[in-house]
């Protein structure tokens, strides 16, 4: 009972004390308290709490100046009885970060700032293997050890192969951002107690640095880490989130797609995207497709998001036209379409939309968003709306990687002209993208 009112104690100098500074007899009450925690702590586990005890002295020394110096002294305290009491809810965050410490595969997926358009799927597996599966329908096999690395596009069902310099940078940077996985401290900063997801129960821990929070959510049932949450912080600059979510990982477990060999229904970019002759089958010969790099403005847009086959689109665009009358708000542009998975997948996911003036505001299923200024690529074919898609945008995307960039979001066409006026009619490619390293 003496050890846990030493340690309401605590909690009541925090809550009572309001000056501007530590008054001397409080501090060395803490001191007192502390010192008393470190012998009991160094009689059940000898040596485990040398650097907590140092962190605790550095921050009585350098907060003098506040109440925050308590409450953060107060925080080491609790962090290590929670870390340090054998069978509590620390041991729980350590054989979660134990099991990512020595994982030799780890599959994850990463959303950034709840936007599914920059979601990748990410698979690395020890000695050298890498996958990235983009939501914008890339996907990028990269094995340092063969030294080979297969880039694949869904949309346009065709590959390109890299080279050997180029499947290593891809996994070292892997295994940089591996690392930090297995970096982890044994031993996390906070615990943020338990919550329901899903029908699991799960218990989170905080781990802190320089560059911001990360909340790691590990499954009570198994252990298992489940997700995690990285609140980015910068100074100066935006707040990011991100959100690392369906974790696999196990010392060597076999995963598909691991292979460096393309679908059979693919082909190979440099065969399709630049034909002199008729195409396959007697399709009419593509025009020179040639990207242009350029930076679009800061916009605002309406959107609709859809589900399900493509030949919804007029339908759609009609929907989009409707609430913007019922608004009174003229759009400022063409409607477009952004697609965050092929057409052939089996469940299609798009939207359609029109940019609109600032400061328009929308209720469900509509939605407004802000689109911040973003380096793209465009390219315009003239012609009948639609046509063949496929080799279009395996063209257009040959274009873009010939010139030394890289996809870095969903692909988005709009629709100039009107409909039925075949000739006059025209499409624009356009794709977010970044200077390729």
Known sequence: MKHEENDLGIDRMIEQSTTSEVPPDVEASLRTQLADFRTRIEQSRPGRIESIVAGIRQSLGQYRNGIIGLAGAAAVVAVAVLFLNPGGSGEVYAAAAHRLQQARTLSYSIVLNSNPYVAVDFTHQAPGFQRLKCSWGMEIRADAVAGKTL??????????????????????????????????????????????????????????????????????????????????????????????????LGEQVEIDGMDLEPPTDYNLVSETADQSGPARGGEQQLPPIVARIRTDPEKTVIVLGMSGPHEQHLEAIARVEAELKRLGVKPLGEPFGQYYNA??????????????????????????????????????????????????????????????YAPAGPAQESWLGAEGTGAEQRTQMKVAVTKAQ
């Open 151 to 248: 880039i694949l596009f869904h949309y346009s069902k065709q590959y390109i192969f890299g080279t050997e310099a180029e499947a290593k940078q891809l996994v070292r940077s892997a295994d940089e951002a591996f690392e930090q996985f297995r970096s982890l401290p044994e031993r996390a900063d906070e615990e943020l107690g338990e919550k329901s997801e899903d029908g699991k129960t799960f218990v989170g821990f905080r781990v802190r640095d320089n560059d911001g929070i990360t909340d790691i959510w590990v499954d009570r049932a198994s252990g298992q880490p489940d997700h995690v949450d990285i609140t980015i912080l910068a100074s100066g600059k935006q707040v990011h989130q991100m959100k690392i979510d369906n974790i696999r």
């Open 343 to 404: 057409a052939s997948d089996p469940l299609p996911i798009w939207e359609v939309g029109f940019p609109v003036p600032a400061g328009v505001t929308a209720q469900a299923p509509f939605e407004v968003r802000h689109i911040p200024e973003t380096l793209v690529a465009e390219a315009d074919i003239v012609g009948p709306w639609g046509g063949d898609s496929s080799r279009r945008w395996g063209a257009f995307l040959r274009s873009v990687l010939e010139q030394g």
